[in-house]
């Protein structure tokens, strides 16, 4: 990835970039909608990156490209920070940096000349976002010899996401990105926020399967989801669902209406697994750990409502193949990505037997992405 940042950033720009930084995309290992109910979850940072090429321009002159998108962007760094529209808008993900930048008083860099690369895909529910931002905010950070620590740039993404760009993700996929590090899962105590490793087994092998399926109400049904959670916690008498217990709830149930008991059951249990899953993979008993996984599905399914017919097969497909410990829906669900956690054993022939076997019942094929843990967001190259 680094050579063909480099060949694109001396193509369009004639020069070499001064400044390189790369983030990983992530994955959801388990913890599903734990993170808004001060839950914990489990990520991995994976073996696919966001790269970012930088030299600095003295002309004050801001010049944004990437190998994915057409054109070059070019804005004066003395106007105003605004949110750009069509072809344009991926430039938001940087820009939002710079504009978190000022609005947390640490200097950003005036002129520039920039170049992203990757092979993370775009969205496949494995966060280039949060790639990009991260990849994006070491090298402005370095072309001003500006410092930051991991948790402070961690936030500073997730900040550029929900105030400029406008998308209100919680801590999950900066934090992996940020954290990440090879042969490990992240895990996070979304309530501190409170960050840290835990190490899985060498040989453990991802494999995404994108339906690129999307529910058209889904903005409505995160909400629904929100406020239903929400509510629950307020009829079990705690402020976020992190503080009841499976006791709690079973003595509330009479009071709770029958959707925020099975919203609150979901949440609870699925909090419980993040443990389970913790102490089993501090075990290396990934058998244990695929239960886990496959019975997060069956909760999100059953419970929590956001699976659907594309994800149910997937996950029951994958259960069957030789090599699978587990496998479940990752991310928000209503759509999206099914993930299965598997040995050596399930290959490319094996992928593609899922493949084949969802186009026969739905009439298209899921992108198939095979990944493995990576390291999180570094500075590949300094200025200095
Ligand atoms: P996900 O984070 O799951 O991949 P999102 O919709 O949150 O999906 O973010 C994808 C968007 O991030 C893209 O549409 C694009 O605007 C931006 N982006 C990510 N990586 C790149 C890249 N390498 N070059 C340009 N834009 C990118
Ligand atoms: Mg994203």
Redesign the pocket.
Known sequence: MMEKLVTRFRAVFGREPDIIARAP?RIEFIGNHTDYNGGPVLGAAIDRS?WVGLSVRTDGVRRFA????PGVVALEASGPLERLSGQK??V??PLGVLAAMRDTGVLAPAGFDYM???D?????????????ELSSALAFLEATGASMDRESLVKLGRKA?NEF?G?P?GIL?QGVSGYGRKDHLVFIDCRGPRFDTVPLPAGSNFWIFNTHTKHALIDGLYAARHQECMEAAKVIGVTLLVDATPEMLAAAEQKLSRTAFKRARHVIDEIGRVSGAVSALRAGDLGSVGKLLLASHRSSRTWFENSCPELDFLVDSLEAEAGVYGARLT?GGFGGAAMALTSEAFGEESGQRISDAYLAKFGSRPEVIHARTGDGAALVKGSR
């Open positions: 995309g966001v990437s190998e994915v998108k808008s991926w938001n993900y992203a690369a990757s993370v895909p775009l969205g496949a529910g494995l966060s280039s976002s949060a790639a990009i996401e760009v998308v993700c996929d991310g």
